[in-house]
């Protein structure tokens, strides 16, 4: 039976940022000759149905083959805008799973599955929040006349509301809060029944009788979660007519109890407000500023052509009946470690074919090596994608036509 060690580690200290990249550093200890079907990292959340929900994957390793040793590679994963952010509370969270799938060395049929998880925290930007400017609140019914002056509020703040009242003898203003999770699925589609319909809850309360008063105060929770209505959606197959996502409304009630000679039912008027999230404190931004996670943009060294990082050589290419023998020599000064090669063919200048992966775990300066790569495919150029343990990655594309000396 082989053993396999897998170590899984995010270099991003637990937590990425909406828009940012999420590094992980995986570590595959084979220990002994081991062939593989696939590896990678998926980003799962799970629904109220408790299934995995894939929001999105990395390639790792394709089918190959590989020497006993230690493979260590770095990945980073696009949290992409669309995504919702960790919402702990009503369990909305999120792990990155790495996966290895090998051949079941007694059931052909089946798969042998190795897996790692790591709890990952998405949080949003307050970049990412819309921003809007702030309006006041007048309205008048029935003798209850209100004036707010403005609709959006922040955690802790307090909320002053001016009112004045004719013929009523109580007046109550309430912060409600309606908040659910959106999940459609294709079998229940929009009708889930792990999904409630709640009503608003009310966080927090003012009220007076005094009719002598002129305004009333409400304190916004300093808990308070800000207003939002997330919704992602996939872009793979065979996950459309998936939809999920969290929504938070806010609004204030206002309540005007009428005196017994002007009637029994009360005035009730509903306005929505805004709530938005605390600025991101400097610590936390400093921290932020400085962590090891990269956001999108691509760098400029992203790529090199393999003749500016003179490590790798293709010495030969020898064909036969739909089989290429190529040889690579490692022309740079030092050992190099955990080095994959993946070969694939370039059909009509457009097109790859089916990769062949081949693992070796060490690689002398000047040694050569010979990796035989099948393809039944009329190719005109072999693609060379040669990474290591120092996370450096190499592309070399060769026209079978070339000439090595």
Not at 55 to 83: A, M, Q, W
Not at 90 to 116: G, M
Not at 198 to 209: K, M, N, V, Y
Not at 212 to 232: C, G, M, R, T
Request: hydrophobic share 35%; proline share 5%.
């Amino acid at each position: 039976m082989i053993e396999i060690k897998l170590e899984l580690s995010d270099r991003n200290n637990g937590s990425v940022y909406l828009g940012d990249k999420l590094t992980v550093r995986t570590t595959f200890n084979f220990d002994e000759d081991s062939s593989i079907l696939w590896s990678g990292i998926r980003l799962l959340t799970h629904p109220p149905c408790l299934k995995e929900l894939q929001i999105t994957k990395e390639d790792i390793f394709s089918k190959g083959n590989f020497e006993k040793g230690e493979y260590i590679r770095e990945n980073s994963v696009l949290i992409k805008n669309n995504v919702i952010p960790t919402i702990k509370n009503r369990n909305l969270e999120y792990e990155i799973k790495l996966i290895l799938r090998l051949p079941h060395p007694t059931n052909p049929d089946d798969d042998l599955v190795i897996n790692k998880t790591q709890k990952i925290e998405i949080k949003a930007k307050e970049s990412n929040q819309l921003v809007t400017k702030p309006n006041p609140l007048s309205l008048s019914i029935s003798g209850l006349n209100i004036n707010v002056s403005k609709d959006i509020y922040r955690p802790g703040e307090t909320i002053k509301i001016n009112f004045s009242s004719e013929g009523l003898k109580q007046v109550e203003i309430r912060l409600l809060q309606k908040a659910n999770l959106i999940c459609y699925c294709e079998a229940y589609g929009q009708t889930c029944s792990k999904v409630e319909e709640l009503p608003p809850a009310i966080a927090g309360d003012s009220r007076t009788s005094d009719m002598n008063k002129d305004f009333l105060l409400l304190k916004v929770p300093e808990i308070a979660q800000p207003s939002h209505n997330y919704l992602w959606e996939p872009h793979e197959k065979e996950f459309w007519g998936m939809k999920y996502g969290s929504y938070i409304k806010w609004s204030l009630m206002f309540i005007g109890k009428p005196k017994p000679e002007f009637g029994k039912e009360p005035v009730k008027i509903k306005v929505p407000i805004t709530i938005m999230a605390k600025p991101v404190g400097k610590d936390e931004l400093r921290a932020d500023l400085f962590s090891k996670g990269t956001t999108g943009a691509p760098s400029i060294f992203d790529g090199l052509s393999s003749k500016f990082q003179k490590i790798y050589k293709i010495v030969s290419i020898d064909s036969d009946i739909e089989k290429y023998n190529i040889k690579i020599k490692n022309i740079s000064k030092e050992t190099l470690h955990g080095v994959s090669v993946n070969i694939s063919g370039l059909q009509e200048g457009l097109f790859e074919t089916a990769p062949t992966l081949t693992g070796f775990n060490r690689w002398e300066a000047g040694e050569e090596k010979e990796i035989v790569y099948n393809s039944k495919q009329n190719i005109t150029a072999l693609i060379c994608v040669l990474e290591d343990n120092s996370q450096k990655t190499i592309r070399i594309q060769t026209p079978l036509a070339s000439n090595f000396f």
